[in-house]
């Protein structure tokens, strides 16, 4: 194991050329700069300084030239770690919780523009149902979420309605079909509006496909495995919006955080995600 104190005199004295001047760098009297690049030597196996007849002027040898590359390297490493170290105690974490069902991608957009005016945040999201975030932000697991839930549920940042249609593949459906159902799991507002509004109209249903994913939902309605309930801006083109069932009230995204104070960091994103997720 090379002793990081042994390189950074060895390199001392090759940039210097002389151990008067090396020891007047790093403070250290000449006697223990010549022990120290000794014990290296001893350390490494071979001779690493060339000193003339005076002593006064030093060269490295093959075998030094070689190991101050190195040596240099590892100097440069060790400064390196020691100052990310030392940053990183101010590195606030930033833990966000996102529907299983929002769009990806553009939580990625929005949260890559908020890391552009506050490069010194660290940013977690964690994904998951809206009841299951909801309990992370009781147990404090999360600062900040967003959440899908019944309009004017509760207090938030700020709240978004969210129109909600029944989508469907290819198929057609006849009106005494059992109707074939791609569903979020249970606890999902969009699973319940779609089993109530069935029920509630007397239509026969089934789960014929079942995901967290808002990617594997669509997917499924695009291949003709089922229908279901989802939000409007979720409407793809390979979709068609089913208009010969009850249309499905609106639910509500909102905007909320754990109880009490948030950091200014923190009530930054929260003020940024308010813009972003506006409507233009």
């Known amino acids: 194991m090379l002793d990081l104190e042994l390189l950074k005199t060895f390199v001392c004295v090759a940039d ?19 022990q120290q690049v000794r014990k290296l030597e001893e350390l490494v196996g071979h001779s690493l300084l060339l000193r003339d007849r005076t002593g006064q002027n030093i060269s490295v040898t093959e075998h030094g030239e070689m190991l101050i590359h190195y040596a240099r390297r590892l100097l440069a490493l060790s400064s390196e770690a020691v100052e990310a170290l030392a940053s990183d105690v101010d590195l606030e974490i930033l833990r966000i919780g996102v529907p299983e069902d929002f769009d990806a991608r553009r939580m990625a957009l929005i949260l890559a523009g908020f890391n552009r005016q506050q490069p010194q945040a660290r940013l977690e999201t964690v994904s998951g149902m809206s009841t299951d975030l909801k309990q992370k932000l009781a147990s404090g697991d999360i600062d900040i979420a967003l959440v899908k839930r019944e309009p004017d549920s509760g207090p938030s940042w700020a709240a ?121």
Do not use: M
């Open 160 to 280: 978004w309605p969210e129109e909600l249609v029944w989508v469907k593949g290819a198929q057609t459906l006849a009106a005494n079909d059992v109707v074939p159902l791609a569903l979020f799991p249970q606890g999902c507002l969009y699973r319940q509006r779609a089993i109530r509004l069935l029920d509630v109209a007397q239509r026969p249903w089934r789960v014929a496909f079942g995901s967290h994913s808002l990617t594997g939902i669509q997917a499924a309605v695009a291949c003709g495995l089922g229908i279901s309930v989802l939000p409007a801006s979720a409407v793809l083109p390979e979709h068609s919006v089913c208009t010969d069932l009850p249309t499905p009230p609106p639910t509500e995204l909102a905007l909320i955080s754990r109880e009490g104070a948030l950091s200014g960091l923190q009530r930054s994103l929260v003020e940024f995600l308010r813009v972003e997720l506006s409507p233009a």
């Open 16 to 34: 210097e050329g002389s151990f008067t001047r090396a020891a007047e760098r790093v403070h250290r009297a000449q006697s223990t700069v010549s």
